[in-house]
């Protein structure tokens, strides 16, 4: 059986100016009780990566899409040395998935196939795909040619 195994952290809430910022409950009182309603809101809040997910594993052939409710060990701290705790798992035939989100792949293909032909109107060059963040807005940026390659050369003296 192949699968992929994908996780969700929990953001923590942060007092910003006195006020409560966030939205999250707190995954290890409630996960257990209510994991329909965790869910609910992740897919709310993270549709996008949910659905990344989901096209990722239906096109490769997974038999199984594995969700990991993940949790700091010590959620005052962002200090990467800090672990993290495996909450809970939870899995879904990516098909059936996809329907639960109303993810059709029809739209998908149609979604790709709109942004290769756009690709396509463009002259030779380098480009950037950007999706706005909180919008469902992509935008195409130019770039110079030599953007995002890394420099051989930085170890050589230059007299």
Known sequence: QRGDILTTKQWYQRRVRG????????WRQKLDTQRGDILTTEMKNNKCKLAKW??????????LLKF???TRSMPRSSSESIGHAILSTQQFIPKQFA??????????WGILRVIVDK?????DGKYVLYKEPAKPILRIYKVPQNTFEENDDS????D
């Open 119 to 123: 690709c396509m109107q463009l002259k």
């Open 99 to 108: 329907a639960q989100i109303s993810l059709d792949m029809n739209n998908a």
């Open 68 to 70: 990991g409710y993940i």
């Open 155 to 158: 170890d050589v003296d230059q």
């Open 19 to 26: 006020d409560l910022k966030g939205g999250n409950s707190e």
């Open 54 to 63: 989901t096209v990722s594993s239906i096109l490769a052939g997974a038999d």
